[in-house]
């Protein structure tokens, strides 16, 4: 499976570390780009260090994945990402930030992130946006809304408790598994609902 996953300048870094990782166990091919100010999100939540070097950043975060994650430009157009033409199976931006959710809902592009999200909603393809703000105005709930109406799936960052959390990291990987179901992945990160424990 082909995926593009972008990341933008929301609070959420966790999220997508670990949905990376997922995608890379389940044997996805993923195409990484990330927002200027989603580097620095990544930075400063994973690294500690907003400092840090883009390509610092990005190489950290793409670990030791290796062939399976090819880290695209956030300005090159050329890349596969950037055509309905391509064979891409499914898009996520995690996290979403509201910039991002606001520019596709007015169908505009500033970068490859905007550009492959609307492809992914012109091709009538699986798009998943996974925001993280609060409180929402009603700009944003416009926006999200327009977008839901497009095709795209709005899963929050909003993890359940059913599931019997104990860990920051179990919070995790129920978004992260939601996240995974949305494009049609297997996984083990959570107990499901009605599963004995």
């Not at 699986?126 to 999200?144: A, C, D, K, N, Q």
Request: net charge negative; aromatic share 6%.
């Amino acid at each position: 499976m082909r995926v593009f996953l972008g990341v933008s300048g929301a609070s959420g870094a966790p999220y997508a570390k670990r949905l990376l990782d997922e995608l890379v166990r389940a044997g996805c091919e993923v195409g990484l780009c990330a927002s200027k100010a989603g580097v620095q999100v990544l930075a400063t939540e994973l690294y500690r260090d907003p400092s840090l070097e883009r390509d610092d950043v990005l190489e950290r975060f793409a670990g030791e994945a290796g062939a399976a994650v090819s880290v695209v430009g956030i300005d090159d157009y050329s890349s596969a990402y950037a055509s309905g033409s391509a064979r891409i199976d499914g898009y996520v931006v995690c996290p979403c930030s509201m910039s991002t959710v606001g520019t596709l809902a007015a169908g505009a592009m500033a970068n490859l992130i905007h550009r492959a999200a609307s492809v992914a909603l012109k091709e009538r393809r699986r798009l998943v946006l996974v925001p993280r703000e609060t409180p929402l105005s009603s700009i944003h709930l416009r926006g999200l809304a327009t977008l839901h109406e497009a095709g795209a799936v709005v899963l929050f960052a909003a993890p359940g408790f059913y599931h019997g959390a104990d860990t920051v990291d179990d919070l995790v990987n129920f978004v992260v598994a939601r996240c995974l179901d949305q494009l049609g992945i297997d996984n083990d990160l959570i107990q499901r609902w009605g599963e004995r424990q």
